[in-house]
């Protein structure tokens, strides 16, 4: 069946390092793709998605591109901050059966 | 824009005894309906997801059912609960059923059973 996995955590980085959280799924035909973000005491929050292959989702800093040949889509941040910890889940929907299904999730901590 | 309402926010429970926690989606018709549960070092599992009034899909079995008896109101349940249903429970929806779009979370509940 379709699943999702990433790294695991902690990731621990200093501020203004470079970050890569690992994602790679398994699925039937074309899925979308997604990364939520999960800030301390809050709710899940969609950080960004793509929805076809070799597209890039971007925002906050944050990239990712969807990768067809390799299964993956690898969230990036060129310089993190501290604001940036939290937990990252990876997520696939499903095209054909609307089954959203979440990463086991990866918690960054960044200090000053 | 949707909103999800859950409740209860927080529930103790004796073991063996009933559940029934309830979640309704305002602001979208038909939409796509999901119960997770979020435990520590397994992220978000997914129970069940509903396309559709009586529409189930069950994706762990286990001691947990669900239904959706209205369009908007999603229902988790359990006739006898264990110690491992304790967690944190999550429901979702991601709107009138599209696979690309974003998913809103209700605020949770936190179950223990004792």
């Known amino acids: 069946g379709d699943s999702v996995t990433q790294m695991e955590g902690p990731v621990t980085l200093s501020e203004e390092a470079f970050l890569t959280i690992n994602c790679t799924y398994t699925?039937?035909?074309?899925?979308?793709l997604f990364w939520y973000v999960q800030y301390p005491g809050e709710g899940l929050q969609l950080l960004l998605k793509a929805t076809k292959a070799d597209d890039k989702g971007s925002n906050k800093g944050f990239e990712a591109t969807y990768r067809k040949e390799t299964t993956s889509f690898h969230l990036e941040k060129g310089s993190v901050q501290v604001s940036d910890s939290a937990v990252y889940f990876c997520?696939?929907?499903?095209?054909?059966?609307?089954?959203?299904?979440f990463g086991t999730g990866t918690r960054l901590q960044v200090f000053p | 824009s949707q909103t999800i309402h859950q409740w209860p926010a927080t529930l103790v429970q004796p073991v063996g005894s009933p559940l029934s926690l309830e979640c309704t989606v305002e602001g979208t018709s038909n939409p796509n309906l999901y119960w997770y549960r979020q435990a520590a070092g397994r992220g978000l599992q997914l129970l069940f997801y509903s396309v559709g009034i009586g529409q189930i899909s069950s994706e762990v079995p286990q001691n947990l059912s669900a239904s959706r008896p209205q369009d908007r109101q999603f229902i988790l349940s359990s006739k006898k609960l264990l110690l491992s249903d304790s967690g944190f429970y999550l429901c979702a929806t991601t709107g009138t059923a599209r696979s690309n779009t974003e998913a809103f979370f209700g605020q949770g509940t936190r179950l223990t059973v004792v």
């Open positions: 997520a696939l929907s499903s095209y054909n059966t609307d089954k959203l299904i």
């Open positions: 699925a039937t035909g074309y899925p979308s």
